[in-house]
């Protein structure tokens, strides 16, 4: 069931950021009153390969010790639950700072 879970919450978040990156590709980058509003809007499919390019250029890894420790102290229940927050989290908070940006545009 964990996994699961799990696994729904990575779709989810993987689709929830692709909707997120298409938006605001639309609103800052190719839209109507953009800069570059020349450029062509991104799918949610297109965004999502996007956010994957970014994401492999920019990837850090964690170290070990950190990894270790933080599942030897807690159980994978709620080292899910806080991933699932801290994801909602994010995403909440950079629709917050977008739409506030796209309104003063």
Do not use: C, D
């Not at 938006?23 to 062509?40: D, K, M, R, Y």
């Not at 994401?55 to 102290?73: D, G, H, P």
């Amino acid at each position: 069931m964990k996994a699961l879970i799990a696994i729904a919450s990575i779709i989810g978040s993987t689709a929830l950021r692709g909707v997120t990156l298409a938006v605001l590709w639309t609103w800052f980058i190719a839209g109507p009153q953009a800069p570059f509003s020349e450029l062509p809007e991104l799918s949610v499919v297109q965004a999502l390969g996007v956010a994957m390019v970014v994401s492999f250029l920019t990837y850090r890894a964690q170290t070990e010790t950190n990894r270790r420790s933080s599942y030897e102290t807690k159980g994978f229940g709620e080292i899910l639950a806080e991933g699932i927050l801290q994801e909602v989290l994010y995403i909440g908070l950079v629709w917050l700072m977008a739409i506030i940006l796209h309104a003063m545009m």
